[in-house]
């Protein structure tokens, strides 16, 4: 059965342990999940956080990466090597709190998009998939996976497609580095999101469910309809999750350029998208 949850960025940021009884809201929503963004991996207590799932009853889905200035696979060698400590950090605490995944653009800096010569461009992918093997070697050791997101072209020039994502997954090579699909970024950047889902296919490790404009799914143009038999025929059984923000964290409306509600609330995109998801994925999953 398909888990349905909320990454953390709805509610605040950064998200640290003293904050656990936001959980709390979520399992008031109806989540069976939730997505921790972790903005430093030293705002987390691996006991704590353990606990209070427990306590709401909730698994953490996934890690969200947030990869913001000075972290970048494809970066200068001090980018590089902050990129790899905090996933590295990053899956040792999910080792530790019993999370499968970790999620995001885990190749370079949020916000980084340039035109790039291709000569360039194949530098860069070099590298990034230099990391990314090493790093798949360490999340083999701890239990857990690396899933790599495409994003938007105002977001990224590195990874836009699910096309390219398989390219560099498959460039890896290995069973711990997987694909994450987002619905708000693939309606931008594909022809045809279920399409895109078909060619995942057993790569895809994570889905990040959010309607067109970002706000709560359903409701919206996007086809659900065909999401949901795209996810049925590549017999996906990871989790959906509603990435979707507020301006009212404002460090992430900056970075995601949210300037307006999407809904009348926050607990509006929630309440709404969990109940939706969950009637429109859990009958035949």
Known sequence: MLKIGVNTFLLTSPFTSEQVDIFGQFKAWGCDAVEIALEDASHIDAAIIKRALEEYDLTCSSICAAMGPGRDLRGTPAEQQAAVEYITQGMELMAQIGCPVMAGPMYSTVGRAEQTPEDQYRRQWDTVVVHLKQLAARADELGVKLAMEPLNRYETDFINTCEQAVALVDDVGHQAIGILLDTYHMNIEEKDSATAIRKAGHRLLHV??????????????????????????????????????????????????????????????????????????????
């Open 208 to 285: 990040h469910a959010c309607g067109c404009d970002r706000g709560a799914p359903g409701g919206d143009h996007i086809n659900w309809d065909s999401i949901r038999d795209a996810l049925k025929e590549v017999n996906y059984r990871g989790s959906l999750v509603i990435e979707s923000f507020t301006p009212a964290v404002k460090v992430v409306a900056k970075a995601a350029s949210i300037w307006r509600n999407f809904e009348p609330s926050r607990e509006d995109i929630a309440i709404k998208g969990v109940a939706f998801l969950r009637n429109q994925f859990m009958t035949d999953f």
